[in-house]
């Protein structure tokens, strides 16, 4: 079955600098790959979409690169702020009437001022 | 836009009874509503999609007779914890999916159900 795993489960970073998320999968390449942010006792929040044939995506500060080869997506917030610290979680999906997705566990980030 | 709404955002409950939970797609019409359990730092949990007048389709391991969904129109879909027990203590989350937005799915913020 399919895996996903965000390799760090915690990850500090100073305000300003560049956060970088990982995001690994098993077996075949999903239809596309979406980003989301989920705060305590809140439900996630989109953040992007990236298909199979595109590399990288940007919006604002955020850009995400998808890489079939390496079965890998990274997940980029540039000069990062206190406001950033969140859960970001990573999930796949491989499209088709049902389109479910299958979430890794996420990465919480934490940007200190 | 694609915004949904939960509720109630937590309820407790006595071991036994049951509770229905809301969930509503407020600017665009869910073709496709999806319901997830996630526990204390883990992973969303799909246990059941519903299509507006159809079936829900549960996720293996996921008691159909426990958690019971109605989609009965395209913004509104239920679920209902029948005769909850302390282990169906959880954060259950809805999403929807939309004619417009056929690639991403939009999350309510969330149900705390504690059940004594």
């Known amino acids: 079955s399919q895996k996903i795993e965000q390799n760090s489960e915690a990850l500090n970073i100073q305000e300003g600098k560049t956060a970088t998320l990982t995001c690994n999968y098993t077996?075949?390449?999903?239809?596309?790959l979406q980003w989301y942010r989920q705060d305590p006792g809140r439900g996630p929040v989109f953040l992007l979409l990236?298909?199979?044939?595109?590399k990288e995506k940007r919006k604002e500060r955020l850009k995400v690169t998808f890489d079939t080869t390496l079965k890998q997506s990274l997940f980029h917030i540039t000069a990062s702020q206190p406001a950033d610290s969140a859960t970001y979680l990573c999930a796949l999906s491989y499209g088709g009437s049902q389109g479910n997705l299958i979430f890794g566990k996420g990465t919480k980030l934490s940007v200190k001022p | 836009g694609a915004v949904v709404s939960q509720h109630p955002s937590w309820v407790i409950c006595k071991s036994g009874t049951s509770v229905k939970i809301e969930c509503r797609s407020l600017d665009f019409q869910a073709t496709t509503m999806f319901w997830y359990r996630q526990f204390p730092k883990q992973s969303l949990m799909l246990m059941a999609t519903s299509n507006e007048g159809s079936k829900a389709t549960y996720e293996q391991g996921v008691e159909k007779d426990k958690f019971l969904i109605n989609h009965a129109s395209l913004t509104l879909s239920t679920l209902t914890v029948t005769s909850a027990h302390p282990e169906d203590s959880s954060f259950y989350i809805c999403s929807a999916r939309g004619r417009d937005y056929t690639d991403t799915q939009y999350f309510g913020p969330g149900t705390r159900l504690t059940v004594l």
């Open positions: 990236i298909r199979e044939n595109e």
């Open positions: 077996n075949y390449s999903p239809a596309y």
